[in-house]
């Protein structure tokens, strides 16, 4: 509602307009903070250099484009324009919107820039990925501060180039933990968790988002065990475990099969109160799964009150390859009944489900429904699912004309599993044609690719180019990966693997 403008002066009136638009913008209420701008001019005031920085601020929040020009225009009238906070303000407005062109055109008309405007102007380009340009600008400053180099470690960092990260890093006078914990995140995104580790063990302190960025860097680098030794080595450190660390801790130990760390740190995490975390709930139930675990699966997944697409995908995926089939509708139709639309992710479980189950008509079926009935475009996995789900079942014809149909290029997911189908079923033509698709390809062939290309050319009779798909495969380095099968017995978990006569076990 609108103040009265009559008992007191303009300049405390103004005031307390400005203080009420702070008020609504402190307490998200970005809604509120226009209705109160509208409410001001009503009652005879205009907003002025402090009320205009927050009413910008507003209408980024709110994703306004048309809120955020018509505040510049007024800005312009009012003659507020040519307020240094005001230009900044305008500068962050328009970077949130996306608008890097606007951002940029008032940034150079101002007069004069300190450095938190030319801050603004680097995180806008450095929110738009344009690290170069963000460099470019970053020569060009008169005055740098910490936050300025933040921004630039940042930019490399998402943009993964590391070298670039690494020297704004050390050419920087004063680190904070945002430093250090971008380049360490560089690092991780790089695949090179030595130095990850090496500069998160200099960090003159860590704190929690440092250890959630080495424990989930090591579960996306697939080093599972390090997961489990990072994650006990920071509770010993006196951290509490956050949702993150205790999901990739959690995922760690489902990669390893050991049931019985899962259930321990389920026990943690409920003990902490995590498990009210869909994400940490969507762990422990992928855990089970993959344990082996269907009943622990379950139990966990009726247990969890909030249930998010990541819970859902998470026990429609996890009993996917158990012979779930049937049920996986069932759970599917409960899913869309709690108003949970399925995404990509979804069907992929599903599909995996029909596939292990025998569900050649309804996987079919699902596949062909997927863009008309829930909108989502099958991507690579979809084909390479419903590929494998006529290939095992010995429909061959058909997968194949799926794979001359696609919109894409087939990968090596999709030609891998049509080859195997044609091992299986012994399709010597179809299954040549297959490995003529897959040499065509430009990437390189994996182990799994030589061995079935060898076979397929021994089923055909073909021994010699068998024998010469085997040779090839030495000469280009690919080594073929041993299998092995995991047990866990009195808490221990030992590895056994082909051509191996010792064991080895992998923790306690």
Not at 40 to 55: I, S
Not at 229 to 246: D, I, P
Request: net charge neutral.
């Amino acid at each position: 509602m609108a103040l009265p403008c009559t008992s007191i002066n303009p300049i405390s009136n103004q005031h307390k307009w400005n203080t009420i638009i702070k008020r609504k913008l402190l307490a998200g209420d970005f809604e509120g903070c226009i209705t109160a701008h509208n409410e001001m001019q009503e009652a005879g005031h205009f907003p002025n250099n402090f009320a205009f920085p927050l009413l910008l601020k507003a209408a980024a929040f709110l994703l306004s484009p048309s809120l955020g020009s018509a505040l510049h225009g007024q800005a312009l009238k009012t003659g507020y324009c040519s307020h240094l906070f005001v230009q900044t303000s305008m500068i962050n407005m328009y970077s949130r919107l996306g608008s890097i062109n606007d951002a940029r055109k008032v940034f150079d008309i101002m007069p004069h820039r300190d450095t938190m405007a030319w801050n603004a102007i680097l995180s806008a380009y450095a929110s738009d990925g344009r690290a170069d340009m963000c460099l470019e600008l970053f020569s060009s400053m008169p005055v740098k501060d910490l936050f300025s180099f933040n921004i630039m470690i940042s930019a490399f960092a998402t943009a993964g180039r590391v070298e670039y990260a690494r020297q704004i890093f050390d050419s920087s006078s004063y680190k904070d933990d945002f430093s250090w914990n971008s380049l360490i995140s560089c690092y991780v995104k790089a695949g090179d968790m030595h130095m990850a580790l090496t500069m998160f063990d200099q960090m003159p302190e860590k704190n929690a988002v440092s250890w959630n960025i080495i424990i989930s860097g090591y579960l996306q680098n697939e080093q599972y065990v390090k997961v489990i030794e990072k994650f006990f080595e920071m509770k010993s450190s006196g951290f509490t475990s956050s949702e993150l660390a205790m999901a990739s801790t959690i995922a760690a130990s489902a990669h390893l099969g050991s049931l019985r760390l899962g259930t321990e740190l389920h026990l943690h995490a409920y003990e902490l109160g995590l498990t009210l975390s869909p994400n940490v709930a969507a762990a422990v139930i992928d855990m089970y799964a993959k344990c082996g675990s269907t009943d622990g699966a379950l139990i966990m997944f009726y247990k969890t009150q909030t249930k998010d697409i990541y819970v859902w995908n998470s026990v429609i995926c996890g009993l996917a390859a158990h012979g779930f089939g049937v049920f996986l509708f069932k759970l599917f139709e409960d899913m869309k009944q709690f108003g949970v639309m399925p995404d990509e992710i979804t069907f992929i479980g599903l599909l995996v489900g029909c596939s292990h189950s025998g569900m050649i008509t309804e996987g079919y079926q699902l596949f062909n429904s997927m863009v008309e009935k829930y909108g989502v475009s099958p991507n690579l996995e979809h084909y390479a699912c419903v590929v494998d789900l006529l290939s095992r079942a010995g429909e061959l014809r058909r997968a194949h004309g799926i794979v001359k149909e696609m919109p894409f290029k087939p990968g090596a997911s999709v030609l891998g599993a049509l080859l195997n189908g044609c091992l299986i079923h012994r399709n010597v033509e179809l299954g040549m044609e297959a490995m003529k698709l897959i040499t065509e390809r430009r990437d390189a062939m994996s182990d799994g690719e030589y061995m079935m290309m060898a076979n397929m050319c021994a089923v055909a009779g073909y021994h010699e180019e068998a024998t010469r798909w085997r040779d090839k495969m030495r000469e280009n380095g690919v080594i073929k990966k041993a299998g092995f099968s995991m047990i866990e017995v009195d808490g221990k978990q030992y590895r056994f693997q082909s051509g191996d006569v010792k064991n080895s076990s992998l923790f306690y």
